[in-house]
C-alpha cells in the first residue's frame, strides 16, 4: 500500500494544467500498478483537488485532512465548494484538526500532516516562496526535513 501526499497551488495556469495533470496521473497509475494508493489531501482548490480525482479515478482511496472546522468558508465559488463537499464524500477517510477557523496555523498544521503520513509527496510547485504561512514552499520544505521523498511537478518556463 502506498500513501501518497499532495501539496500545491490553488491557481495553476493554464499553461501548466495539461503537465500537471498528466504528471500526477503518471505517478499515481504507476503506484497502483503495484498496489492499493491511499491519496493524503486537504482538497483545497487547484492541485490538492485535480489530484483527489486522480487518485479517485485510478481505483484508489482518499485520505482527507481538513485543516479547520469552518475550513468550507475558504471555498469562495461555489462551484469549487461543491467539488469540496463531492471529493469529501468520497473520502474512505476523514481527518479533522483541532482548529476552529481557517487561519494559516491550520493550513500549516495541515501540511505537516499531509507529509506526515505520506511515503512521497507530490508537490505542483513553481519553485517560488510561499505566500503566506503554510504555503506550498512551507510544506515542501517540511517534507524534505523529514526526508519524506518530493517529486515536484512544475513545467520549465511557466509562471504564475
Do not use: C
Not at 497502483?32 to 489531501?41: F, H, I, N, R
Not at 493550513?107 to 516562496?129: E, H, N, Q, T, Y
Not at 515542501?140 to 520549465?156: K, Q, R
Request: charged share 20%.
Amino acid at each position: 500500500m502506498t500513501h501518497i501526499g499532495v501539496t500545491g497551488h490553488q491557481s495553476i495556469p493554464p499553461a501548466a494544467t495539461a503537465f500537471v495533470s498528466g504528471k500526477m496521473n503518471r505517478v499515481i497509475r504507476r503506484a497502483a500498478s503495484k498496489g492499493p494508493v491511499w491519496g493524503v489531501t486537504s482538497l483545497a482548490v487547484g492541485a490538492d483537488q485535480m489530484f483527489a480525482e486522480l487518485v479517485l479515478q485510478s481505483g484508489g482511496r482518499l485520505h482527507v485532512i481538513v485543516p479547520s472546522a469552518a475550513y468550507s468558508t475558504t471555498f469562495g465559488d461555489e462551484a469549487d465548494l461543491e467539488r469540496y463537499d463531492a471529493l469529501l464524500a468520497s473520502a474512505t477517510t476523514v481527518e479533522h484538526l483541532n482548529f476552529g477557523t481557517p487561519t494559516s496555523d491550520a493550513f500549516l498544521a495541515a501540511g505537516r500532516r499531509v507529509v506526515d503520513l505520506s511515503d512521497k509527496l507530490l508537490a505542483v510547485w513553481d519553485g517560488r516562496p510561499s505566500r503566506g504561512l503554510g504555503g506550498t514552499a512551507d510544506v515542501v520544505g517540511y517534507a524534505a526535513s523529514t526526508h519524506t521523498p518530493v517529486e515536484i511537478l512544475w513545467p520549465a518556463g511557466v509562471r504564475r
